[in-house]
């Protein structure tokens, strides 16, 4: 087993146990997407896609009454080092239902009956926390395709790696950890949209674990904001 | 009256103001706060509150000048592309008169797949898609010009405040703007060199539609003299 953290609290990739890997996102990077972004999250790349909100197909599945929101997330072939068999897996589906469970909260789609909003998601290249990564591009994505939204949705992964409590936790400590804790908050109303957890915590450390994730959020947060900012507001000023 | 509008940049989730305001366009309520749903731009003026957005799709209201393009007809009615999430129907007595007969008269002879019109939204809700009527001045089939598409959100901005951005590129170029509130503009010109100009003007606004002084911009990219600033986004 490899070391995943030395004496001095310095962990595999040279992060403290506080801090988060660097992220960046682009907006608009799809010509055909009414909404797009791209996000570097650590290794993660991952490019999410909005369209809509659009006729549904199938028929059956409109609403009349608001619009629905269906999400896929998948991973390329290329995203692993061992070829990902193309084809949705169990997990991939599980992925989807929950990105769109953590979305749901967020969008208003009351004024849009029977249609849809398809969110696609591609990762290209995954290295652990790619959930909260792909939430937080399809935020942007969401917003970028202006679809109204109660709040933006940032996510954060927290987790327990040799005893310590510790902030986004990448591949190697995701396998080798003892927990993992991908969380999905909406900043500014304070509420969480996305709560997992594998693995084994007290009390205690549960509460610590999701403060530390929520701190995570509100540091993604601020990056999808100024992301967005870069693109909407570049020539001007507030 | 420009001093009580206040302007911010916003985007969803962001908290304009506390307290009692009219909530308008974008906006929700959350206690006391009032918070956006878009990205754009915030204006509270009045005790009002709401969003400009900049982006989003056309989203139909009663009464809005549209240009739709036939995408296909029933026996009694057509169907278009309005450039939304929605058709458009127009039934066909709005063509033909009250004594249409759909075994009489041959829809197609009179708009075919394919066609521009420019339309009235005569009637939208929820429960049903838009429909509209070319009952109007200066509505129905648009037999010529050149057809650009531009964001319907930043439609507000190419009509400028009382029409002035829209009366510049007019007065500049002699050319005449037919413009859909979804999002799409019919240029006619019979000046080459002024519908180039026209197009340009037009696909200037829909690049640079939140920037300031946009106005001044236009008219020196026309070679208009400029005047007074009437074009404020300045806070």
């Known amino acids: 087993m490899t070391q995943l953290m030395n004496e001095n609290g310095i962990r595999c990739d040279g992060r403290r146990i506080d801090q988060i890997r660097n992220v960046s996102i682009k907006v608009g990077v799809l010509k055909n997407a009414?909404?797009?972004?791209?996000?570097?999250?650590?290794?993660?790349?991952i490019l999410a896609g909005?369209?809509?909100?659009?006729?549904?197909?199938?028929?059956?599945?409109?609403?009349?009454d608001s619009g629905i929101l269906r999400c896929r997330y998948h991973m390329s072939p290329f995203s692993v080092t061992e070829r990902k068999n193309p084809a949705?897996?169990?997990?991939?589906?599980?992925?989807?239902?929950?990105?769109?469970e953590a979305l749901q909260p967020a969008v208003i789609l009351k004024d849009f009956p029977r249609t849809v909003v398809d969110v696609f998601i591609e990762i290209l290249q995954a290295d652990g926390g790619s959930r909260c990564a792909a939430l937080d591009a399809a935020s942007v994505a969401l917003v970028d395709a202006g679809i109204p939204m109660r709040d933006m949705v940032s996510a954060c992964a927290a987790g327990k790696v040799a005893d310590k409590i510790v902030l986004d936790v990448n591949d190697e400590e995701d396998k080798e950890g003892q927990a993992d804790m991908p969380v999905a908050y909406m900043p500014n109303l304070g509420k969480v949209t996305l709560m997992q957890l594998d693995g084994i915590l007290t009390p205690d450390e549960y509460k610590k674990c999701?403060?530390?994730?929520?701190?995570?959020?509100?540091?993604?947060?601020?990056?999808?904001?100024?992301?967005?900012m870069e693109k909407y507001f570049k020539n001007g000023e507030a | 009256m420009m001093e009580t509008v206040k302007r911010k940049y916003v985007i969803p989730g962001d908290v304009i103001i506390t307290g009692p305001y009219r909530l308008e366009q974008n906006v929700y309520q959350d206690g006391e706060r009032i918070i956006s749903t878009s990205i754009g731009i915030s204006e509270i003026y009045e005790n009002a509150v709401r969003v400009i957005p900049l982006s989003g799709i056309y989203i139909p209201k009663t009464n809005d000048l549209i240009i739709g393009k036939v995408i296909g007809h029933s026996s009694l009615s057509w169907e278009f592309d309005i450039n939304s999430c929605f058709i458009g129907f127009l039934p066909a007595q709005d063509v033909f008169g009250r004594d249409y007969s759909p075994t009489k008269d041959e829809l197609k002879a009179r708009l075919d797949k394919g066609d521009l019109v420019a339309a009235r939204v005569a009637n939208f809700d929820r429960s049903r898609d838009p429909l509209l009527t070319i009952q109007d001045r200066d509505l129905g089939k648009i037999e010529s010009g050149e057809l650009?598409?531009?964001?319907?959100s930043k439609i507000p901005r190419l009509i400028g405040k009382r029409g002035s951005m829209i009366q510049t590129i007019e007065m500049a170029t002699k050319a005449i703007v037919t413009i859909g509130q979804n999002g799409l503009i019919v240029v006619s010109c019979e000046d080459p060199v002024g519908l180039l100009k026209a197009i340009e003007a037009v696909k200037m606004v829909d690049a640079q539609a939140h920037t300031p002084n946009l106005t001044e911009r236009v008219k020196s990219m026309l070679g208009v003299e400029l005047g007074e600033n009437n074009d404020t986004i300045n806070e």
């Open chain 1, 34 to 45: 009414d909404g797009s972004a791209y996000i570097e999250f650590g290794k993660n790349k």
């Open chain 1, 88 to 100: 949705p897996s169990r997990r991939e589906i599980e992925i989807s239902k929950v990105i769109k």
């Open chain 1, 210 to 228: 999701l403060e530390t994730a929520i701190g995570g959020c509100k540091q993604v947060y601020e990056i999808q904001k100024k992301a967005l």
């Open chain 2, 148 to 152: 650009i598409e531009i964001a319907p």
């Open chain 1, 50 to 64: 909005v369209f809509g909100p659009r006729d549904v197909h199938p028929k059956h599945m409109a609403d009349q």
